[in-house]
């Protein structure tokens, strides 16, 4: 079992920058793939940024990338969300998730196992 809690969310103004973090527990954190998704009011949850087991891997959704940077600290069971040039259709609740242990990092949502209670982001223009 994999208990995740996100941290890092506020108001910013567009254009500028926050960074998320997502504390796991367990001791399986270096063999679970991690991603960041993100819902809206009104729309579906999105794949935003995901991670493989080693930091090796990373994917982005087209929306933020070359925006947003996904990097994982295995020593300290944390993966964070570095959020740039931020825009207001960013706003949104953004969740961190993870797969089980050794499963391959994937963009599809419900094929995470495990997901935090997630951190809401909203960006004024």
């Known amino acids: 079992q994999v208990q995740l809690v996100e941290s890092g969310g506020g108001l910013v103004q567009a254009g500028g920058s926050l960074r998320l973090s997502c504390a796991a527990s367990?001791?399986?954190?270096?063999?679970?793939?991690m991603g960041w998704f993100r819902q809206a009011p009104g729309k579906e949850r999105e794949f935003v940024a995901a991670?493989?087991?080693?930091?090796?891997?990373?994917y982005y959704a087209e929306s933020v990338k070359g925006r947003f940077t996904i990097s994982r600290d295995n020593a300290e069971n944390t993966v964070y969300l570095q959020m740039n040039s931020l825009k207001p259709e960013d706003t949104a609740v953004y969740y961190c998730?993870?797969?089980?242990?050794?499963?391959?990092?994937?963009?599809?949502?419900?094929?995470?196992?495990?997901w935090g209670q997630g951190t809401q982001v909203t960006v004024s223009s």
């Open positions: 991670i493989s087991w080693g930091g090796g891997s990373t």
């Open positions: 367990g001791r399986t954190f270096s063999s679970n793939a």
């Open positions: 998730a993870a797969r089980k242990p050794l499963a391959l990092v994937t963009t599809t949502p419900g094929k995470y196992d495990y």
